[in-house]
Every structure is written in structure tokens, then in C-alpha cells.
């Protein structure tokens, strides 16, 4: 279990960022802030903690110079701003990450992993049948998607659209992240860059071309090839000898 902090003047912030942790549970949450200067009298009471979540732009001082007075107090420090400006200034002060907001729960975990190590599925508070993204189409309403509804997953840019057998999402996330997300579940196969393919959906496979169930075909690329075989050779039936003999 690993002991965290987040420091951040804006309430929605908070807010959001307890769900993350809810749903990450080897994360504990000791204590929020919503004004710096308490978070530095406050902080100097608390024994030191794993990870502290810290804002830049906040009245009477800014995270960096807070992070500075507060470095001891904490094995890991990230940023969550929505600048890109403050990079370098992190950076200097030793950041360990820098999320920009808004940022995905996949980014939060990505960031979470690099620091700590893995996250096994057990330890993510996902779920076990669905999740919840903010749905392109329908005006950013936030919609559950069934992991055993997913036929393919194609990156556009900074968004994804997930292809369900009853319609199509597009959400503000990368390829990577939503991979995060699959890998809570199972049978999930990437064999292109650009697509993430559900095993159960493959309509047929025709030399390097597969079709899905919803007529989507992927053309697998060099980098996958050598996966894509060990794929269909562990997965293809092959007839025994004596299936072939007796067929002649």
C-alpha cells in the first residue's frame, strides 16, 4: 500500500483524482489540500508518505516552490497541471512525472506503473464486466462499454473509437491507455498499431488480413508478424495423423 497526498486548489480536481485513486487500491489517501500554504504548515505534522499529487498554479505559492520545501516529505512527486509551460521547472525541482490535464485514468495508472512497478488486475478497482468513458457522440455523457461487447479498438489521433456489437464510441484517450484498460480482461490481441482486436470477434483470418464480425478488416504489419504466428499456430486445430490418413 503506498501513502499519498494531493495538494490542488481546485475541488473538481480533487474530486477527480480521488476516483482515480479509489480505483487504483494500492493507493491510500491520507490527506488533501486545497490551499498551499496549509498543505507546507500541515505537511510538517505528517510522517512522509509514497507519493504526493501537487498542483503548479495555486494563490499565494505556486507548486513549485512548494515542492521545494516539501521534496523530503514524500518518496515520489508528480505534477498535475493544465500547462504544458511548467515542464521544464519540474524538471528542475525533480519531478518524478508531469500529468496534464485533464488526463485519463489509463494515463494515471501508466504514470502510477512507471513509478512503482506493474499493477497486476487485481489490484485495479476496475469492473469486472464494463467500464465508463465520456462518449464523443453523445455530447462528452459519460457511457459504459462491456469488455465481452468490444469487436476492435482504433487509434484517431488523440482519441479512440471502440467498436462495440451495438455501436461505436469515440473517447479522448490513446491506443495505449485503452490498452491498460483491456488488459483487465481477456482475449485482447494487438497485431497493428493502430487497432486492438477482440480474439472472440474474428470473423476470418486470410494470410495476413483479418476480418472482423463487424466487416472491419486489419492488414497485420511487419513489427506483429512474428506474434501474429505464434498466434495462429497455438490457436489453429491441425488434424492428427490418423484424421489425415483416414481422410484419404
Known sequence: MYRCIIIDDEE????????????????????CFSDAVVALTELKKLDPVNLILL?????????????????????KL?????????????????ADDYLL????????ILCIEKMFGAITNKEIGFNQHAFLVKSKEDNNKIVSIKFDSIIAVES??????????????TTYMSLTEMFVILNQSKGFLQFHRSFIIA?????????????????????????YKKGFSEFVS?????????????NN
Open 199 to 223: 480474439y472472440n470477434y474474428i470473423e476470418h483470418i486470410n494470410g495476413n488480413t483479418i476480418r472482423m464480425a463487424n466487416g472491419v478488416e486489419i492488414t497485420v504489419r511487419d513489427h
Open 156 to 169: 484517431k489521433l488523440n482519441y479512440v473509437k471502440i467498436y462495440t456489437t451495438e455501436r461505436k464510441v
Open 78 to 94: 508528480v505534477f498535475t497541471t493544465g500547462h504544458t509551460k511548467y515542464g521544464y521547472d519540474a524538471f528542475k525541482v525533480g
Open 101 to 108: 490535464k485533464p488526463y485519463t485514468l489509463g494515463e494515471f
Open 55 to 75: 498542483d503548479v498554479d495555486m494563490p499565494g505559492i505556486s507548486g513549485i516552490e512548494l515542492s521545494r520545501e516539501i521534496k523530503g516529505k514524500t518518496d
Open 234 to 246: 497455438r490457436y489453429l486445430i491441425k488434424p492428427t495423423r490418423a484424421r489425415k490418413i483416414a
Open 12 to 31: 473538481h480536481a480533487i474530486q477527480g483524482l480521488k476516483k482515480y485513486l479509489e480505483a487504483v487500491p494500492i493507493l491510500e489517501l491520507v490527506a
